[in-house]
């Protein structure tokens, strides 16, 4: 049994949760979200707490146990204060435009990058950040790292985009070297 499966999750006043079949539907202040529930996993409702438990003791059960009360966490949550993800963007030249659903990212390459951002993700520029924000975690996580993998920083010189927590391990170039 996962210790995070076994907590049972509160939903706020403002959050309406509905259980249709095998689908749950959290809709609140920020939108509303929608996940299939695995038939491995029961999802129960008593008031203001739902609660995951097994349908089964077989491993698989006991692994999405864990995932779907993370999962259906993050779907509450997503709906009353929504997810923020910052990423940075460093080197001589490399910008972002956002003009309207699309971004524009200048990397160094021979043109322009055109980043169409999917329904449900926003994106703000300053200066050398970009915010992306969102009320479905799993699909922000996803939009981000589309966007770091079109220039992912290197180890020299550190240019790229980068997340704003990650630390880039920067290694010596060819005069760092010791004979």
Do not use: C
Not at 86 to 111: D, P, Q
Not at 170 to 178: F, L, M, P, S
């Amino acid at each position: 049994m996962s210790r995070l499966g076994k907590r049972p999750i509160s939903i706020p006043k403002d959050v309406e949760v509905k259980l249709e079949g095998d689908l749950l539907r959290v809709k609140g202040p920020k939108g509303e979200l929608r996940r299939r529930v695995h038939p491995k996993v029961q999802v129960d409702m008593d008031g203001d707490k739902i609660s995951v438990s097994v349908a089964d003791g077989s491993r698989e059960s006991r692994s999405l146990h864990g995932l779907f009360a993370v999962l259906i966490n993050n779907m509450v949550t997503g709906v009353t204060k929504g997810f923020e993800r910052v990423l940075e963007i460093s080197g001589v030249g490399y910008r972002a435009v956002v003009n309207g659903r699309t971004a524009v990212f200048n990397l160094g390459y021979s043109r322009p990058i055109d980043f169409e951002l999917p329904d449900g993700v926003d994106a703000k520029i300053e200066k050398s950040k970009i915010i992306l924000t969102g009320i479905d975690k799993e699909l922000l996580g996803m939009t981000a790292s589309k966007i770091r993998n079109l220039r992912r920083p290197e180890p020299y010189k550190g240019k790229g985009i980068k997340y704003a927590e990650e630390m880039i391990r920067r290694k010596a170039g060819k005069t760092g070297a010791v004979k």
